[in-house]
């Protein structure tokens, strides 16, 4: 079964520096997707970046970065410019292309500090 | 992306009684979801909506418990059966278009069973 696991149960951050949030995943599969999502305090889950196993590009939405590993089975968000709206739970996520099911981690709580 | 409603966002029930919480999606969607999220924790997927044909449920999870319907692409009822406080949670709705590698959430809804 695919897991994925998010090691930093939080992490800090001062306002407008740039902050790296973990993530890894164990597959046997090939063809994948990963995801970032953002969770406030509001509980509205917000699709942040993704990214697709076969795309060798890292994904990036405007100060929302990836670092894709795929030999490492790594997928890191990267936040550049770090803003007090950023502050939130993020949660990465698989999802397999045949089983469609999405796996969560366990999520990292993001504080930043002004 | 889909703009989804839930319905209540909130409620308090006691232990032993039902609670119906409805989702409601602006288009048309393939694939509905529920997920619930205990306190502080990540998201557990409760069951797929099928419309037209009974849920698929998750180990762990059985219709009696949460029955779940899905009459049309845009609507889908999860049921919290004979609660009791362990079922204090925050259960959400989330939609995948057909075609669609992107799952989205709606705003959720906070359980408290006393």
């Known amino acids: 079964a695919q897991t994925v696991t998010q090691s930093q149960p939080e992490m800090s951050v001062q306002e407008a520096e740039t902050v790296t949030l973990s993530c890894t995943y164990d597959?046997?599969?090939?063809?994948?997707?990963l995801f970032w999502y953002k969770q406030p305090p509001s509980r509205q889950m917000i699709l942040v970046i993704r990214?697709?196993?076969?795309?060798?590009q890292n994904a990036t939405e405007n100060r929302f970065s990836v670092n894709f590993q795929k030999a490492a089975k790594s997928f890191s968000l990267k936040i550049s410019d770090s803003q007090l709206g950023d502050a939130a739970m993020y949660f990465c996520?698989?999802?397999?292309?045949?089983?469609?099911?999405?796996?969560f981690g366990a999520g990292t709580i993001l504080r930043v500090k002004s | 992306s889909a703009v989804i409603s839930q319905k209540p966002s909130r409620d308090i029930c006691q232990r032993g009684t039902s609670l119906t919480i409805q989702c409601q999606v602006d288009s048309q969607v393939t694939m509905m979801f529920w997920y619930r999220q205990q306190p502080g924790q990540s998201l557990t997927l409760i069951a797929t909506a099928n419309q037209g044909s009974e849920a698929t449920y998750e180990s762990g999870f059985v219709i009696d418990k949460f029955p779940i319907s899905r009459p049309n692409l845009t609507f889908s009822t999860l049921t919290v059966s004979n609660m009791s406080p362990e079922d204090s949670s925050i259960y959400l709705c989330s939609v995948r278009a057909g075609g669609s590698y992107e799952q989205y959430f709606g705003p959720g809804t906070r359980l408290t069973v006393t």
């Open positions: 597959t046997s599969e090939s063809d994948y997707y």
């Open positions: 990214q697709e196993a076969y795309k060798q």
């Open positions: 996520a698989y999802r397999s292309v045949m089983r469609g099911k999405l796996v």
